[in-house]
């Protein structure tokens, strides 16, 4: 089963926001560790004028810190699947793409922090083959800990996840800053973002 949070983002500002344009209660997708994920996003130049991404034929993302290697990726086929949202439509600004967070060299990153802050990274290449990022997303991923050994889980499973977007927050006051600065902050730490049980609506 995979695992679908909605964001929203605008480029405007480099940066999520909520889902009236605000950068006040902005949410940070929230995803645990060995998941099959799905991440739908709202993108916007200024909202409420949605982003266009009608001549973007390629796309890649890179899901990991700020400055370092890529550590989770999702290349042109795993975006904008319309089983996975029946509503993407890239010239509307709506993009989604699959990915798995199952991935030794995550694991290894995580190691035993409770959860980590990365950053996704959505690249978009037009017809020309000219390449640009388009979006740099904050993403939180919780660890899977034995808490009788504080050690990272092998595990494979996630009893408390959620199969869809109710329950995906966690609150953005604090990574804002570090998604906008983007190379400057180094956000790898566990303490990126307030864990907090939020809700949206697509």
């Not at 950068?23 to 996003?41: M, S, W």
């Not at 034929?57 to 086929?77: E, F, H, M, P, Y």
Request: glycine letters at 10%; hydrophobic letters at 30%; charged letters at 10%.
């Amino acid at each position: 089963m995979r695992i679908a949070r909605t964001t929203y983002y605008d480029a405007n500002v480099t940066n999520i926001v909520a889902s009236n344009g605000s950068g006040t209660g902005a949410i940070i997708p929230v995803f645990t560790r060995d998941q099959e994920i799905v991440l739908k996003i709202h993108s916007y130049n200024g909202y409420p004028a949605v982003s266009n991404f009608a001549d973007v034929v390629s796309w890649k993302a890179d899901i990991g810190s700020v400055g370092r290697n890529s550590l989770v990726q999702a290349t042109n086929t795993a975006f904008n699947i319309h089983a996975d949202w029946s509503a993407c439509n890239t010239a509307a600004g709506r993009v989604c793409f699959r990915g798995s967070l199952d991935a030794a060299v995550l694991d290894s990153d995580i190691g035993t922090s409770v959860y980590k802050t990365y950053f996704c990274t959505v690249t978009g290449t037009d017809s020309g083959g000219l390449s640009s990022p388009l979006m740099n997303i904050p993403m939180t991923i919780i660890n899977i800990v034995n808490p009788e050994t504080g050690m990272s889980s092998s595990s494979s499973g996630d009893s408390s996840a959620s199969s869809d977007d109710s329950s995906q927050g966690s609150s953005a006051s604090s990574a804002s800053s570090e998604s906008s600065s983007q190379g400057s902050s180094g956000s790898s730490s566990s303490g990126g973002s307030s864990l907090s049980s939020s809700s949206q609506t697509e």
